[in-house]
């Protein structure tokens, strides 16, 4: 398993977790039985956004000894009556709901208290100014019970609100290509202010723990796939592991069949995870901007295209640890060839060997 930092706080997290919300259809041994699998395999980064309470106990149960080395998503706005899921607003209820939960799953804190599935503007200003939940929230961090406040949105004006309180460290948000190509019904916002808010928190240290990574499953089949093509679950992962902030997937799995299926992703031949074929669906804003997909490669002169190209915008956006991480690159734009190879191979029409002197030029001034 790899791991990736958290900005805020620094504590390694999986680049591959878990969300949590069909899990009860495995049954409790088939519960116990993902989780133990998933442990095992090095996975400890969880969304607890559960669908039945009985699996908040499951978890803390199964997880025993080995807390203190995993992550959890706690959600206010979850709640449960009659043991199911309910999603609910006021201010109350919210605060009532969430702590009869985390007494009932046993465990004494979550790593990062979210607030649950707020997508439009309203909402936050309700969460924010009118009700003082996040007050509450902050309040739960200096107790202990909260490491980390954070909220789950698909909605880019509204992950920038949260940002601009400087009070969020980590955002669960809706990754996937249909979504950046704004084809889908959770697709929120543009796909220049997507673009944008993955740079914008990656320039402020706010971490991205991404959902929908196959959206809702339709982009593994090309009948249902808003961009028509079909896409592999490790293409996918690759996808959202490759854009800027992001520090975790977190596909939900319905039993332990589901978690062995995610593992191999890390092992994967990079034939397996090229997501390229999705320029053939590209829109036309899309066209010529590079997905840092590594598609092109090999450079002949090594250099790491993808990664180049990714420092380089975040640096543009304003990001001085992504210059600085650039500047320690031991090949960039200045070791490139103009051998054109790129320039060929790249099937989102992106003239890599210009935007190559393009950088060049850029850095060298700094
Ligand atoms: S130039 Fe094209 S193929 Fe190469 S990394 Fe960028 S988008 Fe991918
Ligand atoms: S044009 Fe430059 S970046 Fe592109 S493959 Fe050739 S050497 Fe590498």
Same mark, same amino acid.
């Given at each position: 398993?790899k ?16 969300g ?24 400890n980064?969880f969304d ?22 995993v992550?959890?998503?706690m ?12 999603h ?24 990062? %208290?979210m607030?649950?599935c707020? =997508?439009?503007? !309203? ?5 924010? &100014?009118?009700n003082?939940?996040l #007050? @509450? ?6 107790q202990?019970?909260?490491r ?24 669960m ?25 993955y740079?914008?928190a990656?320039r ?25 093509v ?11 592991l ?9 596909? %939900?799995?319905?039993?332990?069949? =589901?978690?062995? !299926? ?5 092992? &994967?031949?990079?034939?397996?995870? #090229? @997501? ?8 036309a804003?899309?066209?010529?901007r ?16 993808g ?20 500047k ?18 790249c ?20």
């Amino acid at each position: 398993m790899k791991y990736r930092t958290l900005p805020r706080g620094g504590e390694r997290v999986s680049e591959i977790g878990l969300g949590l919300a069909k899990i009860h259809e495995a049954g409790k041994d088939g519960v116990r039985a993902a989780l133990k699998t998933a442990l095992g395999a090095g996975i400890n980064f969880f969304d607890l956004c559960c669908t039945e309470k009985n699996v908040y106990r499951l978890f803390t149960e199964t997880v025993g000894e080995k807390r203190g080395e995993v992550f959890t998503q706690m959600h206010l706005g979850c709640a449960y009556p009659e043991g199911q899921y309910a999603h609910i607003h006021d201010k109350d209820e919210i605060i009532a709901a969430f702590e009869d939960t985390l007494a009932f799953s046993g465990d004494t804190y979550a790593d990062c %208290g979210m607030f649950h599935c707020v =997508d439009e503007e !309203a909402e936050f200003e309700s969460i924010v &100014a009118a009700n003082g939940l996040l #007050d @509450y929230a902050l309040g739960l961090k200096k107790q202990g019970v909260l490491r980390h406040v954070g909220v789950s949105t698909h909605t880019p004006a509204v992950a920038r609100k949260f940002m601009d309180t400087n009070e969020i460290d980590l955002i669960m948000f809706s990754v996937n290509p249909a979504y950046d190509y704004t084809k889908g019904d959770w697709a929120g916002g543009s796909h220049e202010e997507r673009l944008a808010l993955y740079n914008e928190a990656e320039r402020r240290g706010v971490a991205l723990s991404v959902m929908k990574p196959f959206a809702g499953g339709q982009l593994l089949d090309s009948d249902r796939s808003p961009l028509n093509v079909s896409l592999s679950r490790f293409q996918c992962l690759r996808y959202a592991l490759d854009r800027p902030a992001v520090v975790t997937c977190l596909p %939900g799995v319905s039993g332990e069949a =589901d978690v062995k !299926a995610l593992l191999g992703f890390e092992d &994967a031949d990079p034939a397996d995870t #090229d @997501y390229s074929v999705m320029a053939k669906a590209a829109p036309a804003e899309a066209q010529g901007r590079c997905v840092y997909c590594n598609h092109c490669a090999p450079c002949p002169a090594g250099i790491d295209i993808g990664l180049v190209n990714k420092y380089y915008d975040l640096a543009a956006a304003g990001d001085g640890l992504a210059a600085e991480h650039y500047k320690k690159l031991s090949l960039n734009a200045d070791d490139c060839e103009s051998c054109g190879h790129c320039d060929d191979h790249c099937p989102f029409g992106v003239d890599q060997s210009s935007r190559m002197e393009e950088i060049a030029a850029w850095f060298a001034g700094r």
